[in-house]
């Protein structure tokens, strides 16, 4: 036979809030950092090759 301590419901209600906002942050930063993907590729071939400066790139974003 196992014992099995449940944590009193206020610091499971603590503990979720603290974990849902660590999650939600995740998820925030893991979209910016699709859209930064996303943003080099489509400009860097274009800064590589010279279609596009470097002040025309800073300006369209």
Not at 4 to 23: A, G, H, M, S, W
Request: zero cysteines.
């Amino acid at each position: 036979m196992f014992n099995v301590y449940v944590p009193p419901p206020e610091l499971k209600r603590k503990y979720n809030q603290i974990v849902t906002l660590i999650f939600d942050k995740k998820d925030i930063l893991l979209k910016k950092n699709q859209l930064l993907r996303r943003t080099r590729d489509l400009l860097l071939p274009r800064l590589m090759s010279g279609q596009l400066t470097v002040k025309e790139a800073e300006a369209s974003l």
